[in-house]
């Protein structure tokens, strides 16, 4: 089915639940193809939070006019203007990645609290492995 957007949006608190800021990753710069390099401006900014509903970190971009964020680890946040877009991946099968661009992230409340642990998929809780 061909979708007339490029885009889906989604209800934010559905698809990943309470978000958790865990860590700034920088920024992306553009790519000039003529010189083969990186240049010095500003794609976007890179941000890695923990999905209570996910049960895995998610990296999130934001466009570059949005000033950088100097939250807390831990802190509960939520993105304004989620968008996801399914990325094929290459080879077999149809297995896609995800790339969550969002127009905001913002600070719930400024409260910090402990940041949940990542499930390690494939082991039991003792830590074994199944």
């Known amino acids: 089915m061909a979708l007339k957007h490029t885009a889906i949006f989604y ?9 958790k800021f865990l860590s700034y990753e920088g920024v992306r710069n ?3 193809n003529e010189k083969g390099e990186k240049t010095d401006e500003i794609k976007s ?3 890695r939070l923990i999905s209570e509903r996910q049960g895995e970190v998610i990296e999130v971009t934001i466009p570059p006019e949005v000033a950088e964020k100097n939250l807390k680890k ?3 946040v939520v993105l304004k203007g989620l968008n996801i877009l399914p990325i094929a991946k290459r ?3 149809s297995d896609t ?3 969550i661009q ?17 499930p390690s998929f ?3 809780e003792d830590g074994k492995k199944e």
């Not at 127009?103 to 400024?110: A, P, T």
Request: net charge negative; aromatic share 12%.
């Open 11 to 19: 209800d934010c608190e559905k698809t990943f639940g309470v978000l």
């Open 30 to 32: 553009v790519f000039d």
């Open 45 to 47: 900014r890179v941000y």
């Open 74 to 76: 831990g802190a509960t």
């Open 91 to 93: 080879g077999y099968g």
């Open 97 to 99: 990645n995800n790339y």
């Open 102 to 118: 969002a127009e905001d992230l913002l600070e719930v409340g400024g409260a910090t609290q402990n940041v949940p642990p990542v």
């Open 122 to 124: 494939g082991k039991k």
